[in-house]
């Protein structure tokens, strides 16, 4: 089993691949990729620099190209291919069907992999994408229990990649217009969910708050845990009581389904974060690494390690860490 | 009160910007980078101690700030926190879920420093290595 993981900059490759990525993921400094915020991710040297970097270590690199091109702005995401293939990056992450049928067309050596933003739950919308445009792996929504992954991996030759770690939304991948809503800006056109120029953090005598283009999205009390100023983590009013009206804040972590994703033939587990820093990717990737070795010696004593857990722990956001949809006992 | 907070302001601001500056020199920052940052001051404030160091950024290099405006950014932590996040021993958005780092005023401008700071490859500095 593979491990996918983050990269903000060049020293978060590094720290990925220094402590036993398999694949680093990364992106462009432009709205071609979903984490586009000011500062973040590769210019054209620091993505050949990590190309080499990988490469001499035997690692792969991932370029995301997760967003969906916009029609005055096309050639943006198709100068971003053609960059990819040129670089020597080993894959493309695409959620468009322009973009994937743009890249098979062009460069049919290039390897294709589906974004979880293209939202394909089903194995017959993943084998679409692999007969028509070669698609090599997808990256599950998720939003699919254990069982519904097994029916995916049994009924594809697409390799499948799952989420192992990291914050949840609302999971309407690929579709969330929530961050648009409030400031006219989302991941999916520009790049980015609740981008920083229409965010503001302010100290008020209430408490901590933060607003998107205004809106309040939530205040916290002194001490009270913080989460990303996105609207799907917000406290509203809602008919008399102010709660978590869409979600509560939670991390992601399902190290303990390792043994479960390996019986059933996921291919590769990925980290969310390329927005976090290096010691972020060096801490989560280490243990990881760990967690996936020991699979592999004995997936039958398989036991995640309190330490493992702890040093996962700090890094959530909210309050719990969840197995998300994987965990799903009832139909 | 404590004495630390009866010492002088810009000393320390003097040799942040120094060591900003020198960012520059040594090839570890682009001003293409920064360039969001030109015309707004910045305020680094330690939560424990008590002091705030001020820092505005012309285009071209970081100087002290005296003046009496509203930072256009804020930052504010502990002073062994601000040190494990200089040393990537810790991670900002970790920090700040736990509320142990919290940024007010223009979040753009607190993602293009967090970010130009993540970026710097250490590696690149032309350090004497130990012989092995």
Redesign the interface.
């Known amino acids: 089993m593979e491990l996918v993981c983050p990269a ?5 490759l ?1 720290a990925a691949v220094d402590n036993g990525a398999d694949w680093v993921y990364l992106g462009l400094r432009d709205s071609t990729n979903a984490r586009n ?4 991710n590769f210019d054209e040297a ?1 993505l050949a620099a990590g190309v080499a970097y990988a490469h001499a270590r035997r690692r792969k690199v991932l370029l995301a190209l997760n967003t969906y091109p916009q029609a005055a702005t096309w050639a943006r995401w198709t100068q971003a291919v053609d960059l990819a293939a040129a670089k020597g990056v080993d894959a493309i992450i695409v959620a468009d069907l322009g973009l994937l049928d743009y890249a098979h067309r062009t460069h049919p050596k290039l390897k294709l992999h589906l974004s979880v933003q293209g939202s394909a739950t089903s194995h017959e919308a993943i084998n679409f994408y692999h007969q028509r445009f070669g698609v090599r792996r997808a990256v599950l929504p998720r939003v699919l229990s254990l069982a519904q992954v097994e029916n995916v991996v049994r009924h594809t030759p697409v390799e499948i990649e799952v989420f192992g770690f990291g914050g949840l939304c609302v999971m309407v991948e690929g579709r969330c217009a929530l961050s648009a809503y409030a400031c006219g800006d989302s991941p999916n056109t520009m790049g980015a969910c609740s ?3 229409a ?5 008020t005598p209430a408490g ?1 708050e933060s607003r998107l283009n205004r809106v309040l999205i939530d205040r ?1 009390a ?6 990303y100023p996105t609207l799907c983590k917000g406290r509203f009013e809602a008919e008399g009581a102010t709660y978590y009206a869409i979600e509560e804040p939670a991390s992601l972590n399902t190290i303990e389904m390792l043994p479960e994703f390996l019986r059933m033939g996921v291919r590769a587990v990925k980290i969310e974060g390329r ?6 990717v ?2 989560v990737t280490k243990v990881w690494r760990q967690a996936i070795d020991s699979l592999t010696r004995d997936a039958e004593r398989f036991r995640p390690t309190p330490e493992w857990m702890a040093a996962l722990n ?5 309050s719990q860490q969840t197995l998300g949809a994987f965990s799903r006992p009832w139909k | 009160m404590k004495l630390l907070q009866l010492l002088p302001e810009a000393p320390p601001a003097h040799a942040l910007s120094l060591a900003l500056n020198a960012g520059f020199c040594l090839g570890l920052v682009a001003r293409n ?1 920064l360039e ?1 940052l030109s015309g707004k001051t910045v305020s680094i404030e330690t939560t424990d101690l008590g002091t705030r160091v001020r820092v505005v950024y012309d285009g071209i290099r970081f100087r002290a700030y005296l003046g009496s405006a509203p930072p256009d950014l804020t930052i504010r932590s502990t002073v062994s926190d601000f040190l494990a ?1 200089a040393l ?7 920090l ?4 142990r780092l ?4 223009d ?2 401008l ?7 700071l ?6 690149r500095l032309p350090l004497p290595r130990p012989r092995s």
């Open positions: 903000g900059g060049l020293p978060a590094k915020f000011a500062g973040l620091a981008p920083g120029h965010v503001r953090w302010e100290e901590l916290y002194p001490g009270e845990r913080a989460a927005q976090r820093s290096p010691a972020y060096a801490q700090r890094h959530a956001e909210g | 980078d969001p996040l990537r021993r810790e991670d900002q958005d970790t700040f879920f736990t509320r919290v940024m007010t005023g979040t753009e607190g993602l293009v420093v967090k970010n130009v993540d970026a710097i490859d250490w590696s």
